[in-house]
């Protein structure tokens, strides 16, 4: 039993002076690591700021930029472990890291494969920004006014008060109309006349009454009216005007609903008849 004892003694010495060698002898691959990561991250740090800040003179969405320099973060945290195990002889174990990870992303990839792709469409789109918020846009079947982007989807107000969450992947796939880009946006109605009218004088009265609306534009845009079609009973003109989406003074709807209502006052008032169809 003694020298049992003995001989766990002697082994248990023989491992600590083989762990007391091995840590000795690791030390100076420590510190050099410890150096060239550290240098590593100073230079990935600046690099990613510089890229930050180059993103926020570029981009709109704060949100998305944010998400992004959490990625670089973490990206430069992983870059700097590996290098740390490579510098130190663990080259076995940083391939491991590197191959799980590469298997873990495959896996996630196509697990989360629509919420990637939507971020990654929230990120074009942070760049090249199709919108604004406050914009009034139609994308597929939904049309309202952009509230907000999120990394997964945009907010639109439609104009009968419903909140549409559209998947951001949705948008870069489809056409998207974008109404106020530019803050000019058209807009139309049709007045049918009587057969034996005066056109050109009734185009006149037309024109007479919607430039006195306040909202209309006068020298960017010009109103105008069309003759669209030949009715049944009538002959249709269209009227059709712009105005600034960017100025808030004016109501689009509110212009709109005044412009039907004089143009009708100023047809009546001049004895040109607005008949109903004929059945």
């Known amino acids: 039993k003694h020298q049992d004892i003995m001989e766990i003694i002697?082994?248990?010495?023989?491992?600590?002076?083989?762990?007391?060698?091995?840590?000795?002898?690791i030390i100076p691959k420590v510190l050099l690591a410890i150096v060239i990561v550290g240098l590593l991250m100073t230079v990935l740090k600046y690099l990613r700021k510089k890229s930050v800040k180059f993103m926020l003179e570029k981009a709109e969405d704060k949100l998305l930029i944010g998400f992004i320099d959490s990625?670089?973060?973490?990206?430069?945290?992983?870059?700097?472990?590996?290098?740390?195990?490579?510098?130190?002889?663990?080259?076995?174990?940083?391939?491991?890291?590197?191959?799980?990870?590469?298997?873990?992303?495959?896996?996630?990839?196509?697990?989360?494969?629509?919420?990637?792709?939507?971020?990654?469409?929230?990120?074009?789109?942070a760049f090249n920004r199709p919108f604004s918020i406050g914009d009034t846009v139609m994308t597929g079947t939904v049309e309202g006014t952009i509230t907000e982007m999120s990394l997964r989807d945009t907010h639109i107000k439609t104009f009968d008060g419903k909140d549409v969450y559209v998947p951001n992947g949705?948008?870069?796939?489809?056409?998207?109309?974008?109404?106020?880009?530019?803050?000019?946006?058209?807009?139309?109605?049709?007045?049918?006349?009587?057969?034996?009218?005066?056109?050109?004088?009734?185009?006149?009265?037309?024109?007479?009454?919607?430039?006195?609306?306040?909202?209309?534009?006068?020298?960017?845009?010009?109103?105008?009216?069309?003759?669209?079609?030949?009715?049944?009973?009538?002959?249709?003109i269209q009227v059709q005007y712009w105005v600034n989406t960017f100025n808030k003074k004016h109501n689009a709807v509110e212009i709109h609903s005044q412009a039907i209502k004089k143009t009708l006052n100023a047809l009546e008032s001049a004895g040109v008849n607005l008949p109903g169809d004929i059945i």
């Open 71 to 125: 990625v670089f973060r973490i990206i430069n945290v992983s870059i700097g472990l590996l290098v740390f195990l490579f510098t130190i002889g663990q080259a076995g174990i940083a391939s491991s890291v590197l191959g799980a990870a590469t298997i873990s992303s495959v896996v996630i990839g196509f697990a989360f494969k629509d919420i990637a792709e939507n971020f990654l469409a929230g990120v074009i789109m």
């Open 10 to 25: 002697n082994d248990i010495r023989v491992h600590l002076v083989n762990y007391y060698d091995n840590i000795i002898a």
């Open 170 to 236: 949705q948008i870069i796939k489809n056409p998207l109309y974008n109404y106020t880009i530019d803050g000019y946006l058209r807009k139309s109605f049709d007045v049918g006349l009587d057969y034996g009218t005066d056109i050109d004088a009734a185009r006149s009265i037309i024109l007479d009454s919607v430039n006195t609306i306040p909202g209309i534009l006068q020298e960017e845009k010009l109103a105008k009216t069309l003759i669209k079609n030949l009715g049944a009973s009538t002959i249709n």
